[in-house]
């Protein structure tokens, strides 16, 4: 194994500090990223998506850098030099232009949730103090509303030209970037030759929840770019690779990792046309390289598995599996050959796929590794610009988090006896701190730098890092031990037909701790199934039957005690994590208002229970 760490200990703690398993390629800000990447990789596609009529166009880096520059002098031109301007719409090529054309010299860019309903986005533009809002056109009736009575908002900026009916607020990006054209052509460097202060604040980022719960993240240029500088020490990318964008480009994960290191990586991004089209845009794409969350990939090895199943050459695969493995234990690497036809279906140049925010079951880690395709799991915060550590080329053990990236430090506070503690980190790519919150700042980060990520795991004598869940999830038994629902959750989602899961230690009337469960039944795989939907009662059985070979190789104190069914989704962000504490308030409410407990509940649907 190639040592990617160095392991030394400062105040009694153990500390692993990341050294990179690639050479870093680095970035000092994120104007000289899109200044560099225009002059490295020129008229090559940085971009592809398709237009209104479904073809599939191409923007060049030259193409980037040209519209940046030229909406950043538009949007100087109106007034907006050191304003705070949102942006909210789907993935697509004039986020990362508008983005972009904010921090590189306008102002600093508020991204939003593409789901927020209007009132929480009337919230956070008062909250941020916004003064202009990008907007792709989905939003469009949304920002008419919001200017009838907003006196903040200068200008709503459409993504796509528009007719404003004469109203100045309401303009639009293509048109800005022709005014901005115009003006550079008469020598207007206002934009272009603005310098970067790389230490203040250039982006406020909201993370979930409500708005009078979601916390604004302060990050700056430096902050941003030292993380870019450090993915490029651990994940190997490559000019003739294809991401295909399809988290949300608000949140840091797909901003950073997606967008941000792809661009510095000569890499064109695909952007998804949702999630319903992921296996078309793998195919059409020839995406290479793909960024998920859990959920994601796991669905993917489920179709995968469901299609070979069906097709009733299971044995068959497994035999040449073996043959294969046999072939890998003596230096010789035929899968990419061996499973072409699975790859034909699933994405012929699909490579390297890159996991976070989530645990990550490891079946599906080593499934698809048994079938020649790499997929790194890592960890991240949006305090921590985000990613603080990922598996890598040299460094890949599935159901862990891997090694810090290069320079960024890790320590694990306070561990008990079996080295689990809360995960500390240090580094340049820790936030400023909170907006206008001093005090949870002062919480959270202390003097010398270190962030507590409210996260508990372990590292291990290689400085890989294993993270067991969140600290306010935790479930805490009777007899002091402990448990988390993620660990759990990967359990529950393996049983056939149990489409998502939840669990939370539920506390019965005489103080025990009990670990409890909500399945979301797959009623699509139901539906298709040729023996036809069973009854409430014959899934409850069938449900309970699965659950008690889970307990089987669980302590008694752990095991799962009680479960409920739902058809509905769980509650979760747009990078698909549960909101737990939502999604047990509406447990807790549908049972309070049937007045039963969970043991009467057991096996039921939840919708039936009122």
Aim: glycine share 8%.
């Amino acid at each position: 194994m190639k040592k990617c760490v160095d392991i030394y200990s400062e105040d009694g703690r153990r500390i692993v500090k990341g050294t990179g398993c690639h050479e870093t390629r680095k970035v000092s800000d994120l104007k000289e990223l899109i200044r560099e990447s225009a002059k490295n990789y020129g008229n090559s596609p940085a971009f592809k998506f398709k237009d209104k009529k479904g073809n599939i166009v191409a923007k060049s880096y030259i193409d980037f850098e040209r519209d940046i520059n030229n909406l950043g002098t538009a949007l100087i031109s109106i007034g907006l030099k050191d304003k705070r301007i949102a942006i909210i719409g789907e993935n697509r090529y004039e986020w990362g232009v508008a983005y972009y054309s904010i921090i590189n010299g306008t102002g600093v860019a508020v991204p939003m949730d593409k789901y927020l309903p209007a009132v929480e986005i009337e919230n956070l533009i008062e909250r941020g103090e916004v003064e202009a809002i990008f907007y792709s056109p989905t939003y469009r009736k949304t920002m008419i509303d919001i200017s009838k009575n907003n006196t903040r908002i200068k200008y709503y900026i459409c993504m796509e030209d528009i007719d404003n009916n004469g109203d100045d607020k309401f303009l639009s990006l293509p048109h800005l970037i022709k005014t901005g054209q115009q003006l550079v052509d008469n020598n207007d460097m206002s934009f272009i030759e603005c310098p970067i202060d790389r230490e203040k604040m250039s982006i406020l980022l909201f993370t979930s929840g409500t708005t009078s719960l979601a916390k604004g993240v302060m990050l700056s240029h430096a902050n941003i770019a030292a993380n870019v500088t450090s993915i490029t020490g651990a994940i190997k990318v490559y000019r003739d690779d294809v991401h295909l964008s399809l988290l949300p480009l608000h949140h840091t994960f797909e901003n950073t990792i997606g967008l941000a290191f792809m661009v510095h990586s000569g890499v064109c991004v695909a952007f998804s046309d949702g999630i319903k089209h992921v296996a078309q845009n793998l195919q059409e794409y020839g995406i290479s390289v793909l960024v998920a969350v859990p959920a994601i990939i796991e669905a993917m090895y489920r179709k995968l598995q469901s299609g070979i199943e069906k097709s009733g050459k299971a044995k068959s695969l497994n035999l040449l599996i073996k043959i294969s493995e046999i072939l890998r234990s003596i230096g010789i690497d035929l899968r990419r050959k061996l499973f072409k036809s699975i790859f034909d279906k699933l994405g012929p140049r699909l490579r390297l796929v890159i996991s976070g925010a989530a645990p990550l079951d490891i079946d599906v880690i080593n499934g698809f590794d048994k079938l020649g395709l790499k997929i790194l799991q890592g960890y991240g915060l949006t305090e921590t610009s985000p990613v603080v550590s990922t598996n890598n080329d040299f460094v890949n053990k599935p159901g862990t988090i891997g090694p810090p990236l290069c320079d960024i430090e890790v320590a694990i506070d306070n561990p008990d006896e079996n080295g689990m503690g809360e995960i500390m980190v240090r580094g340049k790519n820790v936030m400023l701190g909170y907006y206008g919150d001093e005090d949870t700042t002062k919480e959270v980060l202390d003097e010398k730098g270190w962030l507590r990520t409210g996260d508990l795991g372990s590292i291990d004598e290689d400085g890989v890092i294993k993270i067991s869940g969140r600290a306010k999830s935790m479930i805490v038994f009777t007899n002091g031990k402990k448990a988390f629902p993620e660990e759990y959750e990967v359990l529950l989602n393996d049983i056939p037909y149990v489409k998502d899961s939840f669990a939370w230690g539920n506390k019965a009337p005489d103080g025990d701790i009990q670990v409890c469960a909500k399945l979301v039944v797959d009623m699509d795989a139901l539906k298709s199934d040729k023996n036809g939907i069973p009854s409430d009662e014959e899934l409850a059985s069938m449900f309970g039957e699965a659950i008690k070979n889970i307990n089987a190789n669980l302590p008694k104190y752990k095991i799962i005690r009680y479960f409920i069914l739902t058809k509905e989704d769980l509650i979760k962000t747009t990078t698909l994590k549960i909101r737990r504490p939502l999604e047990l308030e509406k447990i807790k409410t549908v049972l309070n208002k049937a007045n039963i407990d969970m043991r009467k509940a057991n096996g039921k649907f939840i919708e039936k229970i009122l």
